[in-house]
């Protein structure tokens, strides 16, 4: 694939998780609009997506708006009003899954077919493509082969996929399960969440039935699976025709956002520093993380790659639907509110952390050794497999800093100088003082010019010129530092 922009897609529950998913490495993100949004409980104002759209536009980071439930006839007005709306604000296309709303007056905007319009056949793709829809977004069910097919039946439309978070156990865009037992739909932003409730398991008799160990399926997590997780097979999924890589979660806190895009960012930057033939949509970015990614610190249910190499063969956790987080050891011997610990050897446990054992946690209090104490009693057996679904060191060091790199030249010119940073540039009149220390005037120039502050920007190359030639020593001319502050400000607006 050849020139192949690649995308990484993240979610923003607000304003504030959109900018720091843009400050983490995303390519695009996605948010819910006021209303008409498949998570009734994420909707943004106007203002806030128009925002959104400001910023993210700095660094040349697309803003994508849901407006993807199913609408009532009275509906269809206000959410083509809705649609002008965010148009006029700069946003980047809307997701739908409601094809009516095509027979009303939409904006020129682009528009992408959300996984609910159950985007899982080569047919059904290219009838999209015939309504004017520029992407899919694909069923989480699909596998490789489906999609490399899907790519070579219908190669002019881009493909989207889900890499990373929580999944549905009814097929893409197809669930009723709320709407039939709850009167909620989930095509209306109204899922009950009912995979995540416990259940029996019984024969056609009503009778429990046994698990392996002859013990009664009773009042299990039986419907919830584990959280989708196909980071080691992006390289494969571009080949198969993907380029775009969504992560679900437009529920999900800042800590979250942060950790799991900057996971992906490295990882597709590793793939596009291999192969010259792809590149990131966004503007190329240098990035500054405090921590280390890594999935197993922030909301995890486990991993399962689902359906992409045929059936996983552990899609679900009958344990718990709530977050596991990291393995860390096992429980040795219970006192009370004290407990001691055999822990992996890499495992550093901290005041504060959560610790989980099937559907239930607790906090620990103090760290003392192998020993800890712990919130509340708990009710808790020796060899019991212990997990950390919190880890409050882990969770201070979640910055994230993205800067574009620039060129910066400074030259003399006959009235003045003239100041070039990025593609800004201006003349500023000054008389040429001739400088007693030629060399710590080139360090100041040096030192103020590269003195970008909290602006997205980073000095790449500064060069710097006098009389034609690139001074690499010394600099001739005196130049206070205030003028050159105030010169450096106007072109980046500090």
Known sequence: MSNC??????????????????????????????EFGARQAAG???ADIAALVEYAHRFDVQVLVTL???????EYPRACALAHDLYKVGVDAL??????????????????????????????????K????????????????????????????????????????????????????????????????????????????????????????????????????????????????????????????????????????QLLDQLINSNPQWESSSTPSIYEYDFTPDPAKTFHRGATTYFLHDRATKMANWDTPKSTGELIGKVIEVRGKSMRLQLLPHIVLHNGDGLCFGDKGFAINRVDGEWIQVNQ??????RTTLYRNLDTSFIRTLNAKRRIPIDIRF???????????????????????????????????HEQLSKLGDTHLTAATITI????????ETFPYFIPISHINQWRRQLTQI
């Not at 897609?9 to 006021?34: F, M, T």
């Not at 003349?427 to 120039?445: D, G, I, K, S, Y």
């Not at 010129?465 to 690499?472: G, P, R």
């Open 130 to 265: 015939q309504l004017g829809f520029r992407r899919v977004v694909l069923a989480r069910e699909l596998s490789l082969e489906q999609i490399r097919n899907i790519h070579h039946t219908t190669p002019n439309i881009e493909l989207e996929a889900f890499v990373h978070g929580a999944l549905c156990v009814s097929y893409s865009g197809r669930c009723y399960l709320s709407e039939v037992l709850m009167n909620r739909s989930a095509n209306r932003g109204c899922c009950a969440q009912l995979c995540r409730q416990r259940y029996d398991l019984l024969d056609k008799y009503g009778n429990e039935i046994l698990d392996d160990n002859d013990l009664p399926i009773h009042q299990q997590y039986l419907l919830s699976l584990q959280d989708m997780d196909r980071s080691q097979y992006l390289a494969e999924l571009i080949d198969a025709g993907v380029t775009t890589f969504k992560i679900e979660g437009r529920l999900k806190d800042r800590d979250y956002v942060t950790n799991i895009v900057a996971y992906y960012r």
């Open 377 to 382: 009693s708990v009710d808790i057996l020796p």
């Open 465 to 472: 010129v006098a009389n034609n030639e690139v001074c690499t």
């Open 95 to 128: 997701i739908i899954q409601d094809l009516n709303l095509l027979n009303y007056d939409l904006p020129p905007i682009r528009l992408h077919a959300s996984t609910q319009c159950d985007n899982r056949t080569p047919e059904h793709i290219n009838h999209l």
């Open 44 to 46: 943004n104002s106007i």
């Open 68 to 74: 993807n439930t199913l609408l009532h006839n009275d």
């Open 411 to 445: 030259e003399v010119t006959s009235g003045g100088y003239c100041l070039t940073i990025g593609e800004q540039s201006a003349t500023f009149e000054a008389t040429h003082q001739e400088a007693t220390n030629p060399q710590r005037a080139l360090q100041t120039l």
């Open 5 to 34: 922009k690649l995308t990484l897609l993240a979610p923003a529950r607000d304003l504030e998780v959109g900018k720091a998913a843009v400050q983490a490495g995303a390519d695009a993100v996605y948010i819910g609009a006021p």
